[in-house]
C-alpha cells in the first residue's frame, strides 16, 4: 500500500453549484415540476456527503465501500467521491517517551535506559492499512530497538578505544535512529531524531559499578603522577650535576630519587627533615 493523491474539487466551487442546484429545484418545485425537484434535491443530498474539511498538516486517507481511493493533504474545504470514508491523521511531529526499561548490556551488566523518538507520518496509507495502530507500533518498536541497540554495547569502557553506552552517546543514538527508521518505515513514519534520555546502572550493582569506576580514575590519575614525578626526579639530578652544586654518587642518587618519589607521589603534604649537622 503506498499513498497517492484522491480525486479532489474546490470546496468553494462545490457550495456554489449545490446552492444553485438548490435553487433549481426549489423553482422546479414552483413550477410544478416535481420530478425534476426531486433528482436536484437527490442529487444535492449526494454531492453533500462528499464536502470534507482538512486542517493544515493534516490528511485524510479515503475509502470507497471498502476499496482506498487516495488521500486528500492540502488543507481546505473539498468535494471528494460521494459516500467515501475517511480516517484522519496527524502530519506533525511528535515525541514518544519511552519508559525506563532495564537491560542487560553487552558484559551482562543490568543496565536502566530511556529514549525520546522524534517523528512524524509521511505515507498515510501505510499509517493506516500496513499496520494497525501506528502509534502503538511506533511505541513498541521504539522499545524494542532501544533493547537491542542496548545490548550490543558495554555501559561504559575502560580500556582504550572501544564504543560505550556512556561515552558515545551520539553514535549509539544514530544507530538506534537507523534501526528505528528500519523498523518503521513500513509504517509509513519517518525518525527525524532519537536521544537517550536516561542511563544508569541498575541499583542493584549500581554501588559496585561506582567504586570500580572511582579505582579506576585513581589509578590513571596515579599513573599521570608517578610520570610527572620520574621526569621531575631526572631533571632535579641532572641540573645540580650540570651546574656542579653538588656531586652524587650511584648511592646519595638513589637516595634522592627516593626522597623526591615519596615526597611527590604521596597523596599526603609531605614533612621534610632538616639535616643540621653532626653532634660529634
Known amino acids: 500500500m503506498s499513498e497517492y493523491p484522491a480525486w479532489k474539487m474546490n470546496g468553494f466551487l462545490a457550495m456554489l ?8 429545484a426549489v423553482y422546479a418545485f414552483i413550477t410544478v415540476k416535481i420530478f425534476i425537484g426531486v433528482i436536484l434535491i437527490i442529487l444535492v443530498v449526494i454531492l453533500s456527503s462528499g464536502i470534507l474539511i482538512v486542517q493544515p498538516n493534516q ?17 481546505g474545504i473539498w468535494l471528494i467521491t460521494p459516500f467515501s470514508l475517511n480516517k484522519k491523521v496527524s502530519l506533525r511531529v511528535r515525541n514518544f517517551n519511552s519508559k525506563t526499561l532495564k537491560v542487560n548490556d553487552v558484559e551482562g551488566n543490568p543496565v536502566e ?75 509509513g513514519v519517518e525518525v527525524l531524531e532519537a536521544r537517550l534520555t536516561h542511563l544508569a546502572y541498575a541499583t542493584e550493582i549500581a554501588s559496585a559499578m561506582l567504586q570500580r569506576q572511582q579505582a579506576t580514575a585513581i589509578l590513571a590519575a596515579r599513573q599521570i603522577i608517578v610520570e610527572g614525578a620520574v621526569g621531575m626526579a631526572q631533571m632535579a639530578i641532572a641540573k645540580l650535576e650540570k651546574e656542579g652544586v653538588v656531586e652524587l654518587d650511584e648511592e646519595r642518587k638513589v637516595a634522592m630519587i627516593n626522597n623526591l618519589m615519596v615526597a611527590i607521589v604521596s597523596d599526603r603534604a609531605a614533612t621534610p627533615v632538616i639535616n643540621t649537622g653532626s653532634l660529634y
Open 17 to 24: 453549484l449545490l446552492i444553485a442546484a438548490i435553487g433549481a
Open 59 to 75: 490528511s485524510k486517507v479515503l475509502t470507497f465501500f471498502g476499496k482506498y481511493i487516495g488521500c486528500v493533504k492540502d488543507s
Open 113 to 187: 535506559i530511556a529514549a525520546v523518538v522524534v517523528f512524524k507520518v509521511v505515507d498515510s496509507a501505510k499509517a493506516v492499512f500496513d499496520v494497525d495502530d501506528y502509534e502503538k507500533f511506533v511505541e513498541i518498536q521504539s522499545e524494542t530497538a532501544l533493547r537491542h541497540v542496548a545490548t550490543r554495547y558495554p555501559y561504559d569502557t575502560f580500556e582504550e578505544g572501544g564504543y560505550s553506552l556512556r561515552g558515545n552517546a551520539d553514535e549509539v543514538a544514530q544507530e538506534l535512529a537507523r534501526e528505528l527508521q528500519e523498523r518503521l518505515s513500513v509504517a
